[in-house]
């Protein structure tokens, strides 16, 4: 054999050795195997929830089943690091929120990620608005009512969050900028607590999501005065706009995630499912029952939607010192 036959047959060899695991890769139909999604925040909290929701209809339109694990941890931030580290094969997916995206690089000294390096948008689920509630022994009834009496009185009123740098937290600094008035911030590890002193008197203004507020407002155990998004669950509550807070419209945003190194073509294959789901009629009510508005958009508007929020939220949080318990 000639040096020139055998110099061919080494190529040759190399390159079926380097193109194999390639070419049995792509021959193997995706999904093959459970997709799992990591949720980072505990199990029965609002992100698992709507997750859960739409994990059944996603798992019916990838063909295999779709499971959720939980990691909890400094505010979600622990299972995105996970998630984010985990083998970019397609079959790990993160729930990322606002907040774990969005905020957490301004706030946690040491993320174990970098939302726009490490993660890439696969796409959107839903979003939620912020409600305004306040003490029913707050003499106020309206958001007009409420800011006069807070200019009255500069920082008289106590209003929680459910954490340094949450969503919660930012959303209700960013009222203060637009308006003008001055509150003290007092945060707490969750809304359950906040919420409980807001109900017995301890702090008289909290910002929060709509479906954990909705029983305690029907129940006249906490007033609400406005929010930032029509939603179903308050029909008759105006928005933020429409009582003449211009230019406040904050939102905490569902999506879907994977490392960045996932093939795009399994992105896509993701996100085609993802997008087919949320056209399901009964998810779609049962995510409005949530009060969570159904969302989509494609990767890349996902993404500006991410750049444009790190922007907002991260430099509010720089603004007022906003750093992790």
Known sequence: MTSRTLRRTWLAATAAALLGPAIAWSATPYPAKPVTIVVPFPAGGGTDVIFRSVQVRLQAEL???????????AGGTVGTGYGAKAPADGYTLVAATTTTIASAQAVYPKLPY???????????IGSTPFV??????????????????????PGALNYGSIGNGTSSHLAAELFKQRTGIEMTHIPYRGAAPAQSDLMG???????????????????GRMRALAISEPSAVFQDLPTFEASGVKDFKPALWYGLMAPAATPAELVLRVRTALDRALQDRALRADMLAKGVAPLTLSPAQFAAQIKADIALWGGIARSVNAKAD
């Open 114 to 124: 970098d939302p726009l390096a490490d993660l890439t948008p696969v796409g959107t």
């Open 63 to 73: 063909g295999v089943p779709v499971i959720i694990d939980n990691r909890a941890g």
């Open 132 to 153: 305004l509630v306040v003490t029913p022994a707050l003499p106020v009834r309206t958001l007009a009512e409420f800011i006069a009496h807070a200019k009255r009185h």
């Open 201 to 219: 008197g301890q702090i008289q203004v909290l910002f929060d999501n709509p479906t954990a507020l909705v029983p305690q407002v029907r129940a």
